[in-house]
Structures are given as C-alpha cells and as structure tokens.
C-alpha cells in the first residue's frame, strides 16, 4: 500500500509538472503573438503616418527655374572658375521627393548630369552649380559640345512622370548653350579675317547694291550741274 501511494504521488508530480509547462508555452505562445500583433500593427501606423494625404482635387507639384530665365537662351563659357547656377522654387507640392536629378540633354543627344554629386541632389533643394569645365577634363570621353542644351529635373517618380495630384511635375523648360572662348591671336602675328572679304564680295554682287551705287551717282552728277548754274 505505501508503494502504490508513493507511485500515484510520482504520477501526481509529472501531471502537474505536465500541466505547469503547457500554461507556459501557452502563455509565451499568447506574448508572443500579442506582441507580434502590436509591432505590425505599430509598423502599419508609421507607415500610414509617413504617406501624406493627397485629395484628388489638389493640382500637380510645379518647378519653375528662376535662374536663368526661361524666356531666352542664355550663353555660358567652357573655362576656369566659370561656374553655372541654376535656381528653380516649387509651387503646390505636398509630397516632397526625397532627391532631384538634374541633367542637361544635349542637342547631339548625350545627356551629362549637372552639379558636383553626378545630378543627384535633395528633392528639398533650390539650386544647383554646375563646373562644365571640370567637368570636361575629369570626362575627355565624353566632353562637352558647343551647343545648345536642355535642362530637365525630375523627381522620385522619374523623368517622364506624368502630372499627379501633389507630386513634383518634371521640368524640361530651360535652354541655354555652352561655348569654348578661342585664344586671342593679335593682327600682328598675321591674324586674318576669313569672312570679312567674303562677306564683302557678297554685298558687291547683289542687285541692290549696284542700284545703290547708281542712284548716289546719279544724284551727285545732278547736283554738281545744278550749282555750275548758280
């Protein structure tokens, strides 16, 4: 009898022993799972939080270069210390773009990025500076031509986004040109003017010219008989 007693009492100790284990796995099991609940959901609210609300009445972001202006071709030299600044404000953006590319398409159709980080800048910028000189040497595979270019910035959305409610529209308005200054040569070491003799045998030629010419003889013929008369 004592036997049997202490072996149910062995068997009371694994079923409770049994029993203590499952609460606790079950419990962990329950944290866990609440806790795993309350990070997504944590996570979920930030994500939600960081989206700006964007009704779809609000019209698309615009960037407008102030820096040069856009209503005419603005010339820039290839040189030393010749720097390019270009400046730009944004009206009715409300979702910033986290970075803006800025590139000058060339009419030859290269494209170079503009300013010292390769055209990449934050999309919170105003203005860019741009050293084409610089440029041209740190890239002699791919120089600069003398041309006109085309200025075009854009942002997270890329460089054909269409226009959307508070996002940044690309821009692609402004058009300047760049130009290599030739070394001066004076007229001393036999410097010549190859079109202005060119030039000179084209105005001889043309009929009005010969008009010109005999219209103002005839007028000082008329004019020295008519004071021999006086």
């Known amino acids: 009898m004592w036997e049997k007693r202490q072996n149910n009492g062995n068997g009371g100790q694994q079923q409770t022993s049994f029993q203590t284990g499952t609460q606790t796995a079950s419990q962990q ?30 019209p698309a972001g615009i960037l407008t270069v102030t820096q040069p202006p ?9 040189a030393p210390s010749q720097y390019i600044t270009f400046g730009w404000n944004f009206s009715y953006i409300i979702a910033t773009p986290t ?24 999309g919170t910028a105003t203005s860019v500076v741009w050293d084409p000189y610089s440029y041209q ?26 226009r959307a409610p508070g996002y940044l529209t690309p821009n692609s308005g402004l058009t300047f040109a760049l130009y290599t200054p030739q070394p001066y040569t004076p007229i001393s070491s036999g ?3 190859p079109g202005c003799s060119g030039a000179l045998s084209q105005y001889i030629s043309h009929p009005a010219f010969a008009g010109v010419v ?17």
Do not use: E
Request: glycine fraction near 8%; include cysteine; proline fraction near 8%.
């Open 70 to 78: 856009q209503q005419s071709t603005s010339y820039f030299k290839i």
């Open 99 to 122: 970075h803006l590319t800025v590139s000058a398409v060339c009419q030859n159709g290269n494209t170079y990025p503009v300013g010292p980080t390769n055209g990449i800048i934050p």
């Open 191 to 193: 410097w010549g003017c």
């Open 214 to 230: 005999a219209t103002l003889l005839v007028m000082f013929l008329s004019g020295s008989a008519l004071l021999r008369r006086l």
């Open 137 to 162: 040497t740190s890239h002699p595979n791919l120089p600069l031509a003398q041309a006109q270019y085309n200025l075009r910035i854009w942002g997270d959305q890329g460089p054909d986004a269409p």
């Open 29 to 58: 099991s329950q944290t866990g799972t609440q806790t795993g609940t309350q990070t997504q959901s944590s996570n979920s609210t930030s994500v939600t939080n960081a989206m700006p609300t964007i009704p779809q009445s609000a």
